[in-house]
């Protein structure tokens, strides 16, 4: 909502993947805090800068509600959430303020390991299904390049859809390879170069959160600075 607040509420992943580099780029700007007993919340001590830990799916929506001042959050979920905000009309709710440099993967497509890849033109006109849990920024790239593919929203387990008969391709967060090469899979496209990034709202703070959001953001340059 638009009321007035003198304390920052940055979204952080509860657990998973970005939620211990998140936590500890923010001690390095300098943040301390309380954690409360549930462990959903954490006081700010240092400064007035408080922390919600949540799902990392959660974090785009709670940033566009105000509820969520800024979040840390993969750029993937970023991308998505406002493509798919954009195709309901909504207005563009928040952007990315910096890329953070870790939680680094990639969002590509993966065939089947026998197949001759020679380009995504191959995919058209052939009644393809692509399963995916990034279907907004997948059918922009179908759109894109001009494919007429199905796409197959799931949630998880992806990587399993072609064996399942569910797809015949699939588009998947990739970082090691690992888990295609494990599903006889190999990836072929890449639709988003991805990393942890700090999103804010798209219009920025007209009350005491400014001042709080700046500083913050200079510090985090200086800490990015030393780490690259
Ligand atoms: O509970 P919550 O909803 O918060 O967590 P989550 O399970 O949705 O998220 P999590 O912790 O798995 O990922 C959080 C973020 O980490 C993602 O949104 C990405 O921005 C980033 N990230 C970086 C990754 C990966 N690397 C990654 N490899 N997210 C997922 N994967 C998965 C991928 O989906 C596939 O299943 O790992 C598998 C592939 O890994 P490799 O190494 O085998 O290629
Ligand atoms: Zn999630």
Known sequence: ??????RLRIAI??????AEPARKL??????????????LFCYGESLPVDLLLVRD???????ADGVCDLGVVGRNELDEQAGARAQIGLPQAYRELRALGFGQCRLMLAVPEDWEWTGPEQLRGKGLRIATSYPSILVGWLQEQQIDAQVVE??????IAPRLGTAELICDLVSSGATLKANQLKPVETLLESEAVLAGPAGGF??????????LLRRMDGVLQVRE
């Not at 923010?26 to 007993?37: I, M, V």
């Not at 799916?57 to 940033?63: A, Q, R, S, T, V």
């Open 26 to 39: 923010l001690a390095a700007c300098g943040l301390s805090w309380r954690e409360s007993r549930d462990k």
């Open 1 to 6: 909502g638009a009321a007035t607040r003198d």
């Open 154 to 159: 799931l949630s998880g387990s992806v990587e």
């Open 13 to 18: 992943q509860k657990s998973g993947r970005l």
């Open 57 to 63: 799916d959660d974090i785009p929506g709670l940033i």
């Open 206 to 215: 007209d009350d005491a959160r400014a001042a709080l959001a700046q500083m």
